[in-house]
């Protein structure tokens, strides 16, 4: 995707959430039994980032992450399994954006889409031994996850 393209869309997010009320939307992080987390790369923005998107109209957050989930990575999620580990402010959008975030360990790989305009790559990495291009707040998740950082409450 050429720097033009990401720019535009870019744009067009900001702009979308900064014309609309309140916004809300998640994050879910997949650890599997090996100890790795599932993260994405976005085709407009740089950086890993934990599977997620916006709560559409009639939808519940958990609803929203499993949606997410599966369409970025095709994880098909258990609902049982599903916590909440937070709802964090998000200045960065408009100052009325909040994240829900979300951990599943209990999961099943469904067909995985091809890399797109909006996913260019999926990835497993231990926890341990992320990429050193994660995003910030996906690592300060991740720490939250392991218990080295305590909860926060702003994204």
Known sequence: MTRKRRLV???LAR??????GMTLGVRIAVIDGDGRVLLVRH????GWHLPGGAVDPGETAAEAALRELREETGVI???ADLRLLGLLYNPAFGGRDHVATFRLTAFRAGPEPA???EIAERG????DALPADVTAATRRRLDEIAASAPPATRW
């Open 43 to 46: 085709g407009y923005a740089p």
């Open 124 to 127: 497993w990495f231990p926890l």
């Open 77 to 79: 999620g258990d609902e």
């Open 115 to 117: 890399p797109n305009r």
């Open 9 to 11: 869309l870019w744009l």
């Open 15 to 20: 702009w979308g959430r900064a014309t609309r």
